[in-house]
């Protein structure tokens, strides 16, 4: 039983390694740790708009994932790449709430 994308879901063009590692992994890390790196030189207002940045960014990133995720050979791992994207999405969120937060000053932070 196969479940590709239907003919009403949206297909992308792009390969699945390309827009998971690199777009997904490789870009978000860099574009999360220029976050942390700036952390505690920045100001509040500066740093929620880089953290709404870095959600919409991961929110654009599921998507295409679950696009272009059965640009594979294996459907295995569409659906593999599937759940990791879902899961770093919302990983993402919370720890942005929670930087943000504690730059507040209403939560200790472990760093």
């Excluded at 827009?19 to 500066?46: E, N």
């Excluded at 593999?80 to 919302?90: G, P, Q």
Aim: proline share 3%; glycine share 6%.
């Amino acid at each position: 039983m196969s479940t590709q994308a239907t003919s009403t879901e949206p297909r992308g063009r792009t390969r699945l390694w390309i827009v998971f590692w690199i777009y997904g992994v490789l870009a978000s890390h860099l574009f999360f740790g220029a976050i942390l790196y700036f952390y505690r030189q920045i100001d509040t207002p500066l740093l929620a708009g880089l953290l709404a940045a870095f959600i919409a960014y991961t929110a654009w990133i599921m998507r295409a994932v679950w696009v272009d995720a059965f640009n594979v050979r294996k459907e295995l791992y569409a659906y593999i790449a599937r759940a990791l994207t879902v899961a770093w999405a919302l990983n993402a969120v919370l720890v942005s709430v929670f930087l943000f937060l504690g730059h507040l000053g209403k939560m200790r932070l472990p760093f």
